[in-house]
C-alpha cells in the first residue's frame, strides 16, 4: 500500500531558510504502527531520496501525534538563484508513492 493512502498528511515546508523540513500524519494508529512496524520511513531512505548525507537528516517519530518528521538541509537556500519552490511546500512528492509492506 503507498504511504499517501494510510497517511492522512505529507507536507513539506522551510524551517527557516536553509533548511526543509517534512511531516507526515497518520488518522488512526493502526496505519501508523504499520508504517512505523515497516521501517520504510528512516534516515537512509531520506537521504537517498533527496540526495543528502544520511548524518545530516535529523528524523524523529513523533508517537503522541502519529507523526513522523524530517528535517534536512536545502540544497538551494531559499530565494537563492535557481530556488524553485520558495516555501518548500512541493518537495514532498517523493514520498507519496512509497510503497509501505
Not at 536553509?18 to 528512516?42: A, C, H, W
Not at 507523526?67 to 537563492?80: H, L
Request: glycine share 6%; with cysteine; aromatic share 12%.
Amino acid at each position: 500500500m503507498k504511504l499517501a493512502q494510510l497517511s492522512s498528511l505529507i507536507r513539506s515546508k522551510n524551517a527557516g531558510p536553509f533548511v526543509l523540513t517534512f511531516d507526515i500524519m497518520f488518522p488512526d494508529e493502526q496505519s501508523y504502527l504499520r508504517v512505523k512496524r515497516s521501517g520504510v520511513l528512516n534516515a537512509a531512505l531520506f537521504a537517498r531520496l533527496y540526495r543528502c548525507q544520511p548524518e545530516k537528516v535529523r528524523f524523529f517519530e513523533c508517537d503522541n501525534a502519529r507523526a513522523f518528521k524530517f528535517s534536512i538541509p536545502r540544497v538551494i537556500f531559499q530565494g537563492d538563484l535557481g530556488d524553485g519552490d520558495l516555501h518548500g511546500g512541493q518537495q514532498f512528492m517523493p514520498l507519496v508513492d512509497l510503497e509501505v509492506p
